[in-house]
């Protein structure tokens, strides 16, 4: 009767662990990168805000679609031309200096949006300069080609040759 109880109770038991081990869950677990691909957007004419709340400068963008995990956003802040009249972009984060003092560039995004973001240790409004009629480029990238890519990430004209974004490509 005992062996009888036991054999009872160690079937039971690995049926419940059994179907309690279900591996088919729904979420879907990319291994490789399928619905990102290299596209670059122009902003052009944002004027950062002045939070009220940290004191910062910034602008929010909403994504169109939300991103993937697999996705990568670059930021670059065009700054002047060169002597052909080809626009020059800085990365960002950036630090800009003027004669008041530093002001830093930077930006956070999740998967819904992004944020630039403007802060100085004066206040910025001094320099409209570096605040309003700013244009970036935002370029999506697919993280799984940056691991091994032979680019210079901090030369907007470089990643969009190595990923060949075309100028008439850019979103603007």
Known sequence: MKKLLFFALAASASSAALTSCDNSRNE?????????????????????????QNGDYEVVKEFAKPLTASDVVLVYRAFGTDASGNTLYQQLPRIAYSNLGNLDY?????KLGLVIRAKGNYELNLTPQFITNQTFRVVFVPASTGKTASVDFSDYYSVAKFYNIKESDVKK
């Open 28 to 52: 879907v677990v990319q291994t490789t990168d399928n619905d990102t691909y290299p596209v670059a957007y122009e902003l052009k004419n944002l004027n950062l805000v002045k939070n009220n």
């Open 106 to 110: 930077d930006f956070y995004f999740s």
